[in-house]
């Protein structure tokens, strides 16, 4: 068991751009979900999967945010014409199922110039 | 709405004092609590868990937490504080197998030598 993996680490991009993040879980473990954490606040819940179906979306994850896990394992978030404001640390973390502790991956740093 | 406050944005003690960070939540009925650790550039650490059963919980590292139903509070402690624990901390809820982690704002502990 390697934990939740996640990369990149850090991301630098200008505004306008897009940008895709990914995040490998835990193996068998059937959650999986998506955080934002600005500095100097808790992560805010954005999204999770149950295997393959997306079964909730915060109102956070506008338009220009879409996530997937296509077969059930690892998981993209992307953002579509980036802006100074998606600047964040973008967690993920996974679990056996719901009401189980989530294990949380390092984060990928996003900067948005 | 359902949220979590942490009251104490930035705590100080010196190495061998004990630590209580608090934690409040409001909820309608009783969510599943958590408390998280974050080292700087590094994911988020699960020290304790509560579900149900005793309200008095153990966690790695030294630490334990208590659940009291009345206060809606559930704060964490811990007799002796190390270099080490340095870091920021999160209280976290989820209410009732919603998938859902709804974290305070955190505090930051920083212990004197």
């Known amino acids: 068991d390697t934990g939740v993996s996640q990369n990149p680490r850090h991301k630098i991009t200008k505004r306008g751009q897009n940008v895709t993040f990914r995040c490998d879980p835990i193996s068998e473990h059937n959650r999986l979900y998506w955080y934002r954490q600005t500095l100097g606040q808790g992560p805010e819940f954005l999204t999770y999967?149950?295997?393959?179906?997306?079964?909730?979306k915060s109102r956070l994850l506008s338009d220009r945010f879409s996530a997937e896990r296509p077969k059930g394992s690892f998981s993209t978030l992307e953002i579509q014409r980036t802006e100074q404001g998606d600047s964040a640390m973008y967690l993920c973390?996974?679990?056996?199922?719901?009401?189980?502790?989530?294990?949380f991956g390092p984060g990928t740093r996003l900067l948005v110039l | 709405a359902q949220s979590v406050t942490q009251p104490d944005i930035h705590i100080t003690v010196s190495e061998g004092a004990s630590l209580e960070l608090r934690c409040n939540y409001s909820?309608?009925?009783?969510?599943?609590l958590f408390w998280y650790v974050q080292s700087p550039g590094q994911g988020l650490q699960l020290l304790l868990k509560y579900f149900s059963g005793d309200t008095l919980v153990q966690g790695i590292k030294g630490f334990e937490a208590e659940f009291k139903r009345s206060q809606s509070s559930f704060n964490l402690r811990k007799p002796s504080v190390h270099w080490s624990d340095a870091a920021e901390y999160f209280c976290a809820v989820e209410p009732s197998n919603t998938g859902k982690l709804i974290f305070g704002q955190g505090t930051t502990l920083q212990v004197k030598p």
């Open positions: 909820y309608g009925a009783t969510p599943y």
């Open positions: 973390a996974s679990s056996p199922v719901g009401g189980e502790t989530q294990y």
């Open positions: 999967f149950q295997n393959e179906a997306q079964l909730e």
